[in-house]
């Protein structure tokens, strides 16, 4: 078992290496390094002699059983690497000249060009090491720090080379880094948890040679954040309702027992949510010569502290020394961030009201930057004081100039809920991101995702996707974002009782197979509080407008703004006693502009566009918006079920790959556990054949891969061959057959032939007496084979998923965990196989003259751009370029023809 495991790593060390050329082509392959370099060397160099040495005699033997391995050895997929991601809760650091800016996720941290907003690498970090901290080096501005509970790792970011790794004495918590006194020396004030319980902050020398740590503090209060000043010599740490404030007159790492720190420790009146230092070097030094440091404290309930020289006022021993602190109160909700100016002259605060405050303290006046696109999580003052980085709670990043408080960059990642946790809650339904890729463009990922979001974590609320995303997952970059749904991200989403206003919730979304046509379905239910006073015995079903509203949307792509605009707007599409009937399936018909939704009611409509009628005036055939949306057909399905009063709760639907045919799975609706599959004729809306015993449970997920239908339910994973009538049943472990929380995932991939499945699988643990147990669930991904229906692969994944998507051109899976990390899973025996994408154009980081050039003879036609629509109505050079993007330009190509064009004819 052993040796298969790792035979297994090896070839997945391969294979990723293949994903990754597919999912980052920017950046060269990298060959797979040890710790000890000097190990790998002289591995291979043994291994070279021996097979030099015992290969001759048996040459063609050895090819042979080569070969044969090969054909019985399973396919090699692997993981590429993850790309997207959420910002972790950490300061943004940013380079001394502000050319570069330094993000971290949980696992990695990426560097970005202020100049450009563009990700150049990306620093990733072991398998199961989160980033706690990261700063760059004071002395060397190209080394970066980063520390992770149980290591320090020091790198090159220029280079992308990890320089030196070491470990730590205690689990880091939190950590500062700050130069010595002594030229070239730097050292780390870590909080660490020791073993017996006890918080330790400790000073630690980042250097070559290894060299002891300075015990600084031992304490059995729950510190969680430090910061320093004046070279290590002044510490300060808190819990949130206590201030540790430690002194020494040096620090000298070579010799710990000679730095002597001297701690005191005071209660703070409100509970400190974030805090920060400045150096005061104009107040005077104490009697003991510890420099003065100025505090400001954000607190729970909205207010900011500040105190001048904490040393004598503060924490004074003496408390007719003590002084109250400066009061200013402008936040309603607690205060995420506060930060001194470069000349202390100013403060600049944060939180939940989206708006970013400036506090002039000589005047008391305040000014504001209103209307952010989310509440306020990290604000970072540049080292020169001219930039001010601004990282928000809808996981992106801003860089503003101090002066005219204008962003100049820009860093934004995948936006998806922020509110869903890592941990499985058993009494909530699982996260499911309503996503897709585009088919023109399958780099292109779509993705709903909320209009606003909250910084606290701890409150969680109800996900309301009103807003599409386009990310590019090639790379690694946002390109669009705008709104399906209602939305209220300027104005206040609190009503005046203290409740908060939600946005409609985007269910369902496809794209039509030429990506000229989007279907969204949106949802929105009022609050219950709302409707108290319209509602009979306060009970809101007995209310018409308590009732939730469903629209159907149509959205046609305009490639001269690169938006999606709004065609036709159908509302409740599906109703059922004069009310509104969810929308339990949403799907594209192949080869045409159509698509096809299933209700709650048990009706199926086609919907299809047609021209529309303008009180008897001529058609203009240029007008873009001459197209509207209605129902062509109807299917009724309730003389396919025998109990007919109850409406649907879940179905699921899947077009054949020619279109012809709709596969339409129903729950069981008697005592048995069959399912129903219903297969339609989808030009004439005919019932051609019903099906039963395909799967077992409720339907989750339905995909056709040529002849064969694959069902994913609650209960059971099956392919059902349509033209022999054969069912296959897949073999499952330890799913539960009830578990409606969390629903398998299926993806398809004519390609390679194949198809994957993601299941929650439950363990069994024991404890230490054998006598209870208690059931742990984990995420795992299988990869099967069609039509030998084997299993390829499977692996357990870090991280709940959200989306299962399928890349048809490359032959690789993507899968969309809680975080918004995305992935691709690819096969390396498919790799030289893969062809071009249609219409794809490529993007380079290093774009010259050179490139520009050696692509001009390439024939690449533009993303979603037509030829005849390329050359706009507008006059000049802006006709042809617009407003749009640099990153959403056509070709070279085309541009180049555009541009030859405009300039003839003027």
């Known amino acids: 078992m052993a040796g298969n495991q790792s035979n297994r790593q090896q070839k997945r060390s391969r294979a990723s290496d293949a994903a990754e050329k597919v999912s980052r082509p920017e950046e060269p392959s990298k060959r797979r390094r040890t710790s000890e370099g000097n190990e790998e060397v002289q591995g291979n160099e043994v291994q070279g002699t021996s097979e030099k040495s015992s290969t001759r005699p048996n040459r063609k033997a050895r090819r042979a059983i080569g070969e044969e391995k090969r054909k019985n050895a399973p396919v090699p997929w692997s993981f590429s690497r993850p790309v997207g991601g959420r910002y972790s809760n950490l300061d943004p650091v940013v380079t001394d000249d502000e050319a570069y800016l330094f993000v971290g996720l949980d696992t990695a941290v990426q560097v970005f060009a202020t100049s450009t907003s563009r990700l150049l690498r990306t620093l990733q970090m072991e398998t ?13 501005q190209t080394v970066l720090y980063i520390f992770t509970p149980a290591f320090v790792t020091k790198w090159n970011w220029d280079t992308g080379k990890r320089l030196a790794r070491w470990g730590t004495t205690n689990s880091t918590i939190a950590v500062d880094v700050s130069e010595n006194e002594k030229a070239d020396q730097i050292a780390s004030y870590s909080i660490g948890l020791h073993k017996d319980g006890k918080r330790q902050i400790l000073v630690s020398p980042l250097a070559d040679k290894k060299l002891p740590d300075i015990v600084a503090l031992e304490t059995s209060e729950q510190i969680n954040a430090i910061q320093v000043a004046y070279q290590g010599r002044v510490i300060v740490a808190s819990d949130g309702h206590r201030i540790f404030l430690g002194t020494t007159p040096s620090v000298d790492l070579e010799t710990p027992e000679s730095t002597k720190y001297t701690w005191r420790e005071t209660s703070l009146p409100v509970y400190a949510t974030c805090f920060h230092l400045r150096e005061n070097p104009e107040a005077p030094k104490s009697a003991k010569g510890v420099e003065a440091v100025d505090l400001v404290i954000g607190e729970g309930s909205g207010s900011i502290l500040i105190y001048q020289d904490i040393s004598n006022t503060l924490v004074a021993r003496n408390a007719d020394k003590k002084s109250p602190p400066r009061k200013l109160h402008w936040h309603r909700t607690g205060v995420s961030t506060v930060r001194w100016s470069k000349d202390g002259n100013y403060l600049i605060s944060g939180g939940q009201e989206s708006v970013l405050v400036l506090w002039q303290l000589d005047t008391g006046k305040k000014q504001f930057l209103p209307h952010l696109s989310s509440p306020i999580n990290n604000v970072v003052v540049s080292p020169s004081g001219n930039s001010y980085i601004v990282k928000l709670a809808d996981n992106s990043v801003m860089v503003l100039s101090a002066r005219e408080l204008q962003p100049f960059a820009n860093v934004t990642g995948i936006q998806m809920s922020s509110d869903v946790a890592n941990k499985e809650s058993s009494s909530r339904k699982a996260f499911r991101a309503v996503a897709t890729l585009h088919p023109q463009h399958p780099e292109r990922l779509l993705v709903a995702v909320p209009a606003s979001h909250q910084s606290n974590q701890h409150v969680v ?6 807003v599409l995303q386009t990310f590019d997952i090639r790379a690694n970059s946002h390109l669009s974002r705008q709104a399906l749904a209602r939305t209220n991200t300027t104005t ?3 009503s005046p009782e203290g409740t908060p206003i939600s946005a409609p919730d985007v269910r369902h979304m496809d794209i039509a197979e030429d990506g000229k046509w989007l279907a969204t379905v949106d949802t929105w239910t009022p609050n219950p509080r709302d409707l108290q006073a319209t509602t009979r015995n306060g009970n809101i079903h007995e209310s018409p407008s308590g009732q939730p509203e469903i629209f159907l949307k149509f959205w046609k792509w305009n490639p001269s703004s690169d938006m999606w605009e709004l065609v036709t707007r159908i509302d409740a599409p599906h109703f059922n006693e004069n009310r509104h009937a969810s929308v339990l399936a949403l799907s594209s018909r192949p080869s045409c502009h159509e698509f096809t939704t299933l209700g709650e009611d048990s009706i199926l409509r086609f919907w299809c566009p047609t021209a529309r009628q303008r009180s008897g005036l001529k058609t203009n055939a240029s007008d873009r918006h001459q197209d509207t949306w209605k129902c062509r057909s109807v299917v009724d399905l309730k003389g396919c079920l025998s109990i007919t009063s109850a409406p649907l709760s879940m179905a699921c639907m899947s077009f054949s790959e020619d279109g ?8 069981s609706d008697s005592g048995a556990n069959d399912g129903l599959v219903l297969l339609i004729d989808a030009r004439t809306g005919t019932v051609h054949y019903r099906r039963t015993g395909v799967f077992f449970g409720t339907p989750c997920s339905v995909r056709f891969l040529g002849k064969h239908l ?9 392919v059902w061959d349509t033209v022999d009538d054969v069912v296959k049943p897949i073999q499952l472990t330890t799913t539960n057959p009830t ?13 390679t032939k194949s198809f994957a499945v993601i299941l929650r699988e439950l363990d069994n643990a024991t404890t230490n007496n054998n006598t209870k147990r208690r059931r742990r669930s984990r995420f795992n991904i299988r990869i099967y084979d069609i039509p030998s229906f084997e299993l390829v692969f499977q692996e357990s994944l870090t991280c709940p998923p959200a989306a299962l998507l399928s890349d048809v051109y490359s032959g690789d899976y993507i899968v969309i965990d809680a975080t918004g990390s995305v992935q691709r899973l690819g096969c390396l025996d498919k790799a030289s196989q893969k062809s071009l994408q249609p219409q794809e154009v490529t993007s380079h980081l290093n774009t010259g003259l050179a490139n520009i050039f050696s692509h001009g003879q390439e024939k690449v036609s533009a993303p979603m751009i037509d030829d005849s629509d390329v050359v706009s109505s507008g006059k000049g050079l802006a006709g042809v370029f617009g407003d749009t993007p640099s990153f959403s330009l056509p070709s070279i190509s085309v541009l180049f023809r555009n541009v030859v064009q405009t300039l003839g004819s003027s």
Not at 660 to 665: T, Y
């Open 739 to 751: 578990d409606t929380l969390v629903p398998p995932m299926l993806a398809i991939n004519s390609r």
């Open 492 to 494: 206040l989403n609190m």
């Open 128 to 140: 199961g090491q989160k980033v706690i901290g990261y700063k760059l080096s004071p002395i060397d």
């Open 710 to 718: 694959i069902v994913a339910s609650t209960g059971s994973v099956a």
């Open 660 to 667: 012809s045919v709709l596969a339409v799975c129903l729950p």
């Open 461 to 466: 609320q109800k996900p309301n996707s009103a």
